[in-house]
C-alpha cells in the first residue's frame, strides 16, 4: 500500500535540455553477420553428451504445441515417452478448467509411466512377455546398454509443455528489439547471440512475472537487478526491455569474468555465479559438462543441467527461422530521448510529446503504477522516450509549464505495514532497507516497541543505478543523468574501490576491471592472489581523459559527431570552447574526447 500528501515549491520553470531533434528518417542497425562454425563452436561449445538435450529442447521450441505434453525421463529428454494432446479439450474449455484439466492428466501420466517402467523392468530379461506399450518403451532404449536402466528411470518421469506458438510470437516481438540488443552486446564485446538468451527465460514476454519474483523479457530477481539497474518505488527497469539489456550483458559480463567460459556463465546466469563456482571446486572441475557429471545438489536439479542445452537450441531456432522468414521483420521503435528537470506528473510528460497512452508506456515501460496513476511524480534527471520528431515540440512545452505542473520535491509517501506476529523494527528496518530511527520518526514512536495489527508507515528507499550510461536518439537507457555521466567519467581517471564479495577471485576482478592481476597486487601490496570476502581492494586507474581530432564532413551536425564517437554534446562543446552553440563549419577540426 502506498499513501501520499503534497509538497512543492513555486519557481519559475528552467528550459529542459534536450539532445538536437536531427535522427535520420529511420534508424537501421546492420544485421550482425552469422558467425564462423569456428568462432561458434569455441565460445559456445556443442559437447557430444548435451546434443541429445540440444535435440530435445529444439523441438519443445519448434515443434510442440503449447496444448501438447511431453513425457519424458530427466536422463534421457530425447527419448519421447509419451505425448498427451489438449487441443480438442482447449477448443471447448475456458483457461481455468483447461488449466486443472491438464494438471491432473499430466499427473496421472507421469504415474502410469512409472508404473509402466517397473513391469518393464521385471520383464526385461523375457522381453517377449510384455504388451505392446510395453515393448515400445523396451524397445526405444534398446541402444542403452545398462541392465538397471529401467530401475534408475524410476523417479525421472517429467511432462514438458511445448513451447511452439510462444516462440514463434517471440521471435516477431524480437524484432523490435534485437537490433538495439545486439548493438549493446556487440558495445561490451560480447557475442551477439547471447541476446537470445530471452527466448529461454521470458519467451521475449515483456510483461513476463514469476513465482520467484523475477521480472521483464531477461528475468531479473529483485537482488540481481538492485546491483545492475533501478528497482524502487518509483521504476523497475527490468520491465524495459532496452534497460534490462544493458543490465544483463553487464550481469553476463560479470559472470564470465568469475567463470572464464561461456558455457558456465550463461549457466551461472540461472543458478548463480557463486553456486556455480562452489559446485566446481566441490567436484574439481572446470567445465560444464564436469557439473552435469558429478555435482550432486538439490539446487542443480534439471533446470539447471539443460539451461545451456535450452540456450543453444534457442539459437539454432531462432537461426532457421530466420533464414525461412517470409513476412518482412518489424521495424525498431523509433524514439527521441528527453531529461527531466523538475518533479512531473507522468501524464503531463505524455502529453507534453504527444504520444498516446499506450506508445508513451510501451517507450517507458518501467514505471510503478503509482507514477502512472499520478500519486509520484517522475523525478528529475529521469531519461524519458519520446517518439521520434517531437523533442523540440516537447522542449516548448516543458518551458511553459505552470507550477501545478512542476514541482522541486517529490509527493511524500510512505509503505504501509500491518505488523505480524514475531517482527520487530529492526526486522522491519532490514526487510525494507531503512533503518529504525527512520521508521521511529515517520510514525512518532518514542521506543522500539511495536504491537500486532499495528499500520506503520515506512519511509521508501530508493536505488540509483550504477555505472556510466551515454545517451543517444534512439537509443537509451534511462538510468543516470547526463551530471551523473560527467562525474562518473570523472571518476573513473583514478584509482577506483572494490568489496570483495563471494565467489571472488584477484584473477576475475582484474578481467572485469581490464588491469593485469600484477597490477592488482602492487595496488593493494599483495604477496599472493589470496583475498577475503569483504576485503577492500584499490583498482589501479587506467589513464587520464585524452582527445581525437575529427575533420567536419559536408551534413554533418555536432550531435551526429557526438553520436558517432558516443560523447555527449556537451562534451563536445566543452572540449572545443563552443559554448552553448552548435555551430560548424565543413573543414573545421574538432578536439573530441576519448578514452
Given at each position: 500500500?502506498?499513501?501520499?500528501?503534497?509538497?512543492?515549491?513555486?519557481?519559475?520553470?528552467?528550459?529542459?535540455?534536450?539532445?538536437?531533434?536531427?535522427?535520420?528518417?529511420?534508424?537501421?542497425?546492420?544485421?550482425?553477420?552469422?558467425?564462423?562454425?569456428?568462432?561458434?563452436?569455441?565460445?559456445?561449445?556443442?559437447?557430444?553428451?548435451?546434443?541429445?538435450?540440444?535435440?530435445?529442447?529444439?523441438?519443445?521450441?519448434?515443434?510442440?504445441?503449447?496444448?501438447?505434453?511431453?513425457?519424458?525421463?530427466?536422463?534421457?529428454?530425447?527419448?519421447?515417452?509419451?505425448?498427451?494432446?489438449?487441443?480438442?479439450?482447449?477448443?471447448?474449455?475456458?483457461?481455468?478448467?483447461?488449466?486443472?484439466?491438464?494438471?491432473?492428466?499430466?499427473?496421472?501420466?507421469?504415474?502410469?509411466?512409472?508404473?509402466?517402467?517397473?513391469?518393464?523392468?521385471?520383464?526385461?530379461?523375457?522381453?517377449?512377455?510384455?504388451?505392446?506399450?510395453?515393448?515400445?518403451?523396451?524397445?526405444?532404449?534398446?541402444?542403452?546398454?545398462?541392465?538397471?536402466?529401467?530401475?534408475?528411470?524410476?523417479?525421472?518421469?517429467?511432462?514438458?509443455?511445448?513451447?511452439?506458438?510462444?516462440?514463434?510470437?517471440?521471435?516477431?516481438?524480437?524484432?523490435?528489439?534485437?537490433?538495439?540488443?545486439?548493438?549493446?552486446?556487440?558495445?561490451?564485446?560480447?557475442?551477439?547471440?547471447?541476446?537470445?538468451?530471452?527466448l529461454v527465460e521470458s519467451s521475449f514476454n515483456l510483461d513476463a512475472y514469476s513465482k520467484a519474483g523475477a521480472a521483464g523479457i531477461w528475468q531479473?530477481?529483485?537482488?540481481?537487478?538492485?546491483?545492475?539497474?533501478?528497482?524502487?518505488?518509483?521504476?523497475?527497469?527490468?520491465?524495459?526491455?532496452?534497460?534490462?539489456?544493458?543490465?544483463?550483458?553487464?550481469?553476463?559480463?560479470?559472470?564470465?569474468?568469475?567463470?572464464?567460459?561461456?558455457?558456465?556463465?550463461?549457466?551461472?546466469?540461472?543458478?548463480?555465479?557463486?553456486?556455480?563456482?562452489?559446485?566446481?571446486?566441490?567436484?574439481?572441475?572446470?567445465?560444464?559438462?564436469?557439473?552435469?557429471?558429478?555435482?550432486?545438489?538439490?539446487?542443480?536439479?534439471?533446470?539447471?543441467?539443460?539451461?545451456?542445452?535450452?540456450?543453444?537450441?534457442?539459437?539454432?531456432?531462432?537461426?532457421?527461422?530466420?533464414?525461412?522468414?517470409?513476412?518482412?521483420?518489424?521495424?525498431?521503435?523509433?524514439?527521441?530521448?528527453?531529461?527531466?528537470?523538475?518533479?512531473?506528473?507522468?501524464?503531463?510528460?505524455?502529453?507534453?510529446?504527444?504520444?498516446?497512452?499506450?506508445?508513451?508506456?510501451?517507450?517507458?515501460?518501467?514505471?510503478?503504477?503509482?507514477?502512472?496513476?499520478?500519486?509520484?511524480?517522475?523525478?528529475?534527471?529521469?531519461?524519458?522516450?519520446?517518439?521520434?520528431?517531437?523533442?523540440?515540440?516537447?522542449?516548448?512545452?516543458?518551458?511553459?509549464?505552470?507550477?501545478?505542473?512542476?514541482?522541486?520535491?517529490?509527493?511524500?509517501f510512505y509503505l504501509l505495514h500491518k505488523v505480524s506476529r514475531g517482527e520487530t523494527l529492526g526486522k522491519l528496518a532490514r526487510d525494507y532497507r531503512?533503518?529504525?530511527?527512520?521508521?521511529?520518526?515517520?510514525?512518532?514512536?518514542?521506543?522500539?516497541?511495536?504491537?500486532?495489527?499495528?499500520?506503520?508507515?515506512?519511509?521508501?528507499?530508493?536505488?540509483?543505478?550504477?555505472?556510466?550510461?551515454?545517451?543517444?536518439?534512439?537509443?537509451?537507457?534511462?538510468?543516470?543523468?547526463?551530471?551523473?555521466?560527467?562525474?562518473?567519467?570523472?571518476?573513473?581517471?583514478?584509482?577506483?574501490?572494490?568489496?570483495?564479495?563471494?565467489?571472488?577471485?584477484?584473477?576475475?576482478?582484474?578481467?572485469?576491471?581490464?588491469?593485469?592481476?600484477?597490477?592488482?597486487?602492487?595496488?593493494?601490496?599483495?604477496?599472493?592472489?589470496?583475498?577475503?570476502?569483504?576485503?577492500?581492494?584499490?583498482?589501479?586507474?587506467?589513464?587520464?581523459?585524452?582527445?581525437?581530432?575529427?575533420?567536419?564532413?559536408?551534413?554533418?551536425?555536432?550531435?551526429?559527431?557526438?553520436?558517432?564517437?558516443?560523447?555527449?554534446?556537451?562534451?563536445?562543446?566543452?572540449?572545443?570552447?563552443?559554448?552553448?552553440s552548435s555551430m560548424i563549419r565543413v573543414g573545421q577540426k574538432l578536439q573530441v574526447p576519448t578514452r
Amino acid at each position: 500500500m502506498l499513501c501520499t500528501s503534497l509538497q512543492a515549491a513555486d519557481t519559475p520553470p528552467e528550459l529542459l535540455q534536450v539532445p538536437p531533434a536531427n535522427p535520420p528518417a529511420s534508424v537501421a542497425f546492420p544485421a550482425v553477420p552469422e558467425p564462423g562454425k569456428a568462432k561458434t563452436a569455441t565460445l559456445f561449445p556443442r559437447y557430444e553428451p548435451l546434443m541429445p538435450a540440444v535435440s530435445f529442447w529444439t523441438r519443445i521450441f519448434s515443434e510442440f504445441s503449447e496444448q501438447e505434453s511431453v513425457i519424458h525421463s530427466t536422463a534421457y529428454p530425447h527419448k519421447i515417452l509419451r505425448v498427451l494432446d489438449f487441443r480438442p479439450q482447449a477448443a471447448r474449455m475456458d483457461e481455468n478448467q483447461l488449466s486443472k484439466y491438464r494438471r491432473q492428466a499430466e499427473s496421472d501420466a507421469k504415474d502410469q509411466m512409472e508404473d509402466l517402467i517397473a513391469q518393464i523392468n521385471k520383464k526385461r530379461q523375457n522381453p517377449e512377455t510384455m504388451n505392446a506399450e510395453e515393448r515400445r518403451i523396451f524397445v526405444l532404449f534398446k541402444d542403452v546398454k545398462d541392465d538397471h536402466l529401467f530401475a534408475d528411470l524410476r523417479g525421472t518421469i517429467r511432462s514438458q509443455r511445448g513451447l511452439r506458438e510462444r516462440t514463434e510470437k517471440a521471435l516477431r516481438v524480437s524484432d523490435r528489439y534485437l537490433p538495439y540488443m545486439e548493438k549493446v552486446f556487440l558495445g561490451y564485446q560480447m557475442p551477439a547471440e547471447l541476446t537470445r538468451l530471452p527466448l529461454v527465460e521470458s519467451s521475449f514476454n515483456l510483461d513476463a512475472y514469476s513465482k520467484a519474483g523475477a521480472a521483464g523479457i531477461w528475468q531479473f530477481i529483485p537482488s540481481s537487478a538492485r546491483i545492475y539497474m533501478r528497482l524502487n518505488e518509483v521504476v523497475d527497469d527490468r520491465r524495459d526491455p532496452w534497460t534490462s539489456t544493458d543490465a544483463a550483458a553487464r550481469h553476463l559480463r560479470d559472470d564470465y569474468a568469475m567463470l572464464g567460459d561461456w558455457p558456465l556463465a550463461i549457466t551461472a546466469y540461472n543458478h548463480g555465479r557463486g553456486g556455480i563456482s562452489r559446485g566446481l571446486k566441490q567436484v574439481n572441475g572446470k567445465t560444464l559438462l564436469d557439473l552435469i557429471d558429478r555435482y550432486d545438489s538439490k539446487r542443480f536439479g534439471f533446470a539447471g543441467k539443460n539451461y545451456y542445452a535450452e540456450f543453444l537450441a534457442a539459437v539454432d531456432v531462432e537461426r532457421a527461422a530466420r533464414q525461412k522468414q517470409n513476412e518482412a521483420a518489424l521495424e525498431p521503435l523509433q524514439f527521441e530521448v528527453v531529461e527531466t528537470q523538475h518533479y512531473v506528473p507522468y501524464e503531463t510528460l505524455r502529453r507534453l510529446c504527444g504520444a498516446d497512452d499506450e506508445l508513451f508506456r510501451r517507450l517507458n515501460p518501467a514505471y510503478r503504477p503509482e507514477v502512472i496513476s499520478g500519486k509520484l511524480y517522475v523525478p528529475p534527471g529521469h531519461l524519458i522516450r519520446i517518439p521520434a520528431g517531437s523533442a523540440r515540440n516537447f522542449e516548448v512545452g516543458y518551458a511553459r509549464l505552470g507550477s501545478h505542473e512542476r514541482f522541486e520535491q517529490q509527493r511524500v509517501f510512505y509503505l504501509l505495514h500491518k505488523v505480524s506476529r514475531g517482527e520487530t523494527l529492526g526486522k522491519l528496518a532490514r526487510d525494507y532497507r531503512t533503518s529504525t530511527k527512520q521508521i521511529q520518526q515517520a510514525n512518532g514512536l518514542r521506543s522500539t516497541s511495536i504491537r500486532i495489527g499495528q499500520v506503520l508507515k515506512i519511509p521508501p528507499h530508493e536505488e540509483s543505478r550504477p555505472g556510466p550510461i551515454t545517451v543517444a536518439v534512439g537509443e537509451s537507457k534511462p538510468s543516470l543523468t547526463r551530471e551523473e555521466r560527467k562525474q562518473a567519467l570523472r571518476e573513473s581517471d583514478g584509482p577506483a574501490t572494490y568489496i570483495v564479495s563471494s565467489g571472488d577471485t584477484l584473477g576475475a576482478i582484474a578481467r572485469r576491471y581490464n588491469v593485469s592481476v600484477a597490477a592488482l597486487r602492487n595496488s593493494n601490496n599483495l604477496s599472493s592472489s589470496t583475498i577475503k570476502i569483504g576485503q577492500r581492494l584499490t583498482i589501479p586507474g587506467r589513464g587520464a581523459a585524452a582527445f581525437r581530432t575529427h575533420t567536419v564532413r559536408n551534413g554533418q551536425t555536432l550531435s551526429s559527431i557526438a553520436r558517432s564517437y558516443d560523447v555527449s554534446v556537451a562534451d563536445l562543446r566543452g572540449a572545443n570552447d563552443l559554448g552553448k552553440s552548435s555551430m560548424i563549419r565543413v573543414g573545421q577540426k574538432l578536439q573530441v574526447p576519448t578514452r
